[in-house]
Structure formats: C-alpha cells, structure tokens
C-alpha cells in the first residue's frame, strides 16, 4: 500500500536576552553548574516571576515577520509535570492565549517550487534544566542536575502538520533558522542548545485526509540529524503499518552512533500537564505602539531581499539564495557589489572561493578573514587586467593568509599580468617553434590542439600573460600570418 508521510515540528529557539524570561539571573552559555540559577528560576517559595519585556518584543518581530496574527492579549499557564531538572514541577508556558497566533513561511522545494507551510503558533515559555550524566561532579556513576538553563527565554514555532518529507522538513527547520538569527531574536546556535527541533510525524494511506498515530522525535540539534531521523522513523512505522500492527503514540529519541529511534516514554496529551492560567502572571497585553517600536528596526526580510537581488542584479535564483543565507552574508554582498561595480563578478567571487574557503575552515561570513574592502581591491585588479582570474586566486590565498592588500600581495609576489605584445609574442613563438608536430595537427584541422599552445604559453609565463593576447597571438601566428 502506498503511505503518505505527515510531519510537523516544534522548533525551541532560544531568545537573545542578557537575563532569563522572569528573572534577572544571566543566560550565558558555559557557566559552572549551577551558578546561573537564582531562586525565581527554581520557584522557591515567596518569590515571584516578572516579566522580562525583551522576550515580548522578540515574539512580536517573530509574527511580524511571518505575517502572523498577534492577538491583544495573551497569557502565560502552568504545564505541571515531574522532571528532575524541573524543581517546580512546572513549566510556565503559554497554551491556549499565545503570543503569536497563526502564520505562515515560504520553502524553497528541490525541484525549484514554493510551498507555503503554515504555523499553528509561537508561544513564549521558560526552559528547563539539565541532567548531566557524565562524570559532571567528580563522581562516577552518578547523575547530577544543572540548573543553568532553568528559566532561559524560549519560543516554541509550532508547523502545521503540512511536511510531507524530510527534505521539506529540514527546509522548513532551516527556513526558520535563518529568519530567527536573520531578525536578530536567537544566535541559532545549534550545538548550544538554542536551536532544537521535535518531530511528530505519522503515516497514513496516500489519499486519506485522516492523520495516523504519531510518535515524537525530540530534541534534535542538527539539520543532517532531523533528516536521518525522519527516515528511519518513516521504514520503522511503515514496517509496523505494512506488517499489520499499530504504531504507538509515544515520545522518541534519536541515537546518532545507532542511527535509530528509539523509545524515551509514552506521548502525553495537554490534558495530562494540567494546564491552567499562572495566577503570579498577568495577561500580556500587546498594541500598536508595542508593535511598531518593535519593528522598527526589522530588515528586509530575506524571501524579499533574495527576489531583489535576482531583479536588481541580475543573479540566478541559486545565487541569489546563495547570497541571502545570512543577513551578514547579504551584507557582505552588497558591499562588495558596490565598491567594485560588477554584481555578478562580487557574486561568483563569495560564492565560489570565498564560500569555499569559509567552508574549509568551517567559519561564518562574519569571520572571514577577507573584508568586503579586500575582496573589492582583488576585483579591481581583475577589471582592470592587473591579473588574470587564475593568478587572482593566488592573490585571494594571501588575502585569506593576511599577507596584506591585494596591491601588496601582486608586487611581492610579481604577480602583475604580462600585457607587453612582444613579450608574450617571443614566448608563442618558442612554443609553437618546440611543437611541430601540434602545429602540423592544428593545421590539419585538429582545433582542439589549440587549449595545448594556449596552456603552454601560459606555463612559459607563469600565468601571467594576458589570456586574450595569448588567444590572438597564437590564431595569428597557426593560422601563418
């Protein structure tokens, strides 16, 4: 039988605050256990949470951005549960009044289309804590509880269940990575822990509008992870179905060195955590003025600036995506664009050696060490036949090493272009003098023997005669003139 596949995923992003969601205690990552934890965050008796306004404000530019409905009001509820790393036995969260109401995102398909994929909600809510397994606190064996990241701001993206693959699954959870860190709400740092996905996903006959069973996948931190996982649950509950039996509701984990699912506990429903309003909390109440100091300061957004930078300077739709995968990306882009005066010239450079040199040493765009100014001063000399492209790639390693400006590296390295006609002309006529046979082949006919005169006299040269010289010189003298 023939199964479609249905998947939705609640995305946990951390917020960029200095201190947690109802308390002043700190946020940042590494601390020594428990040494960011204060006694709101653990609900000690007498104390009471107060809102932090920040969190408010990075939700509003969240829906803004997604276009989502923002209701007036909206209130903060008790999830009760026991967990060890959960010294309250709950979680302040939002349920039925959220913060952000329903929206909607863009993903780009493999075979090039748009689907549009709706968001049920984004909901502010506190973190938990930890329960650290290892060796934590000198004492073998044994489990301990870090508190750290009880409290820490989190918004919980809920999809509707409109995923039909992992491949659409890993777009969408990419497409909302980078619009949180594009707005500037999360740094996405997935092996942080501040960018982490749950996976529901079920099987049901291709054509039937009824959902099947879902199991749960949580707590998935990286986008190749989410992939596999999605792929081994799809043949684990397609194996069940088609064997006869039932797929259990039910949370799971994802074990990377197995590469397998695997049973964590059975799948509450909200009736179970016994929602009910926080009496500590007052309801949120958000208007205009709120939304629109809010978003002030958004950028353009990237589905807008990508359908920009293909319009304005003339980009295929890969580069122009290429180009808008980060907000610095795009930055680093325009600045470049602009100092040299060729788009499409800035735009082969970043995304070809640049990217491919950021890639190989596994750093972001905001850590190159080649600054939009540097790469300009390469490109000019690229404009105005300083140096050929095959010798600027020499002049980009010393760049990316620091030996200094592209002037620099050209006059220390003699790298500046032969453009001298006699020059070049002495050195084609001691090739074609040394190759009598090639020259014999090319006049008989044999056209592709000419890429061999053109690399020799390039060899001759070191790289650095002018390619177009070259070219003419060399059909000249074959052709006998």
């Known amino acids: 039988m023939p199964w479609e596949t249905v998947i939705g995923l609640e995305i946990h992003t951390q917020l960029k605050t200095a201190s ?32 932090n306004a920040e969190v408010v404000r990075h939700a509003v530019r969240f829906g803004t951005a997604i276009g989502a409905e923002m209701p007036e009001c909206s209130v903060f509820a008790r ?52 329960s650290v397994h290892e060796d934590h606190f000198g004492a073998g064996g044994l489990s301990g509880i870090d508190l750290n990241r009880a409290g820490t701001p989190l918004l919980e993206i809920v999809s509707e269940p409109d995923l039909r693959s992992p491949q659409e699954a890993v777009a969408y959870a990419r497409k909302i990575h980078q619009l949180v860190r594009w707005i500037g709400i999360s740094d996405g740092n997935m092996q942080e822990g501040s960018f982490r996905v749950d996976a529901n996903i079920s099987l049901r006959p291709a054509g039937s509008d009824t959902l099947g069973t879902r199991a749960e996948i949580k707590n998935i931190n990286s986008f190749r992870f989410l992939h596999k996982a999605l792929e081994f649950e799809i043949e684990r509950q ?75 300077y003339g980009l295929s739709e890969a580069d122009a995506s290429l180009l808008t995968n980060s907000l610095a990306m795009a930055d680093y882009f325009e600045q470049t664009a ?59 390693d010393g760049l990316w090493v620091g030996e200094g400006n592209a002037d620099a590296i050209i006059a220390a390295r003699g790298l500046k272009q032969i453009t001298d006609t006699g020059a070049i002309e002495s050195i084609v006529d001691a090739v074609i003098a040394a190759n009598p046979t090639q020259v014999e082949q090319y006049r008989a006919g044999k056209d592709k023997v000419f890429g061999f005169f053109v690399g020799q006299v390039m060899k001759q040269s ?16 074959l052709a006998g003139s």
């Open 20 to 51: 947690k969601i109802f308390s002043g205690a700190g946020t940042a990552f590494g601390a020594e256990p428990n040494r960011q934890a204060c006694a709101i965050d653990l609900g000690l008796p007498g104390v009471l949470p107060v809102l």
């Open 79 to 130: 999830k009760n549960y026991f967990y060890p790393d959960l010294p309250k036995g709950y979680q302040i969260s939002q349920y039925e009044l959220p913060v952000v109401g329903r929206g909607q995102v863009d993903i780009l398909l493999e075979d090039g289309g748009l689907k549009t994929i709706g968001v049920t909600r984004a909901h502010l809510e506190e973190d938990a804590g930890k």
């Open 238 to 312: 397609r194996d069940i179905l088609e064997d006869g039996g039932r797929v259990v509701q039910e949370t799971r984990l994802y074990d990377a060195d197995l590469d397998e699912t695997r049973s964590m506990r059975s799948k509450e429903e909200a009736n179970d955590y016994r929602y009910f309003p926080d009496p500590d909390l007052l309801p949120v109440m958000i208007d205009g003025d709120f939304i629109a100091r809010a978003t002030a300061d958004l950028p353009e957004l990237p589905d807008a600036m990508r359908a920009r930078f293909a319009e304005q």
């Open 338 to 396: 602009a100092g040299c005066g060729d788009a499409r010239l800035a735009a082969n450079w970043i995304t070809g050696a640049l990217a491919a040199a950021l890639n190989k040493s596994d750093l972001d765009i905001a850590d190159s060490p080649v600054s939009p100014a540097g790469l300009v001063g390469l490109l000019k000399r690229i404009q105005d036949k300083s140096i050929s492209g095959k010798i600027a790639k020499q002049v980009f």
């Open 462 to 477: 070191q790289g650095k005669a002018n390619p177009g010289v070259v070219n003419q010189l060399l059909k000249d003298k």
